[in-house]
């Protein structure tokens, strides 16, 4: 098994990604710098958090037409594993990995705090490891983390059961005021791909993946991909 944390100019969270998969979870990891592209095929690749080319034009918008893409769209079809956190979530979003975009916060200022997300799905390769109704503590660090789509959208992503993280209180409760940034229904975990083998968040699981952080509620998004992997094998 081999995991692949992609590096884009201004990508900042690699080095955060890759040791919590390599060290605390134990997976071999390659730190790919995009312009390399994908030199084998992964079983897992992560799109880190950071601010790719400045956020110039939209957040996402330069990195999603590199020509690494187009290994990551290939790694999509075949139907592996992909997660983009913050930034990689708005990078799988610019590639069409998901429907619906990412853009400025309803109140359109930076957000860096602890929120907590409610798990909606509990069968998908990236939240099998929790129970659905799971109220998790992570932190979130953006300004353009606004999850908006057509209404005809959100209805099918409801339908298809492709919700993964809702915005909500400490109790699970989902309301405008659990919703830190004003995304459409609190919706910020979002499951693409024919067999739910994207997953793009805002919140940062890899902040929160030791008790020294202040919570390990996310590294259960990493063992659960590890775990469908090794299932698959
Ligand atoms: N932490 C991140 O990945 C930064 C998110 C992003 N570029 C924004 O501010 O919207």
Redesign the pocket.
Known sequence: MRFAVVQFGGS??DRDTLYVLEEVCGVDTDLVWYKDGLQRNYDGIVL?????YG?YLR??AIAARTPVMQDILRHAREGRLILG????A?IGSEAGLIPGT?TLNAYPK?ISRHVYLRVENDTSPFTAGYRKGDVIRVPI?????RYVAAPDVVDRLNREDRIAFRFCDENGAVTPESNPNGSTENITGVLGGDMCNVMVMMP?PERASESALGSDAGIRIFTSMIAHVEQQK
Not at 85 to 88: A, D, H, Q, S, T
């Open positions: 900042n969270c880190p958090g950071g601010f790719s956020d957040a996402g956190i913050c930034n990689g708005q990412f930076f660090a953006h300004k353009e983390g940062h």
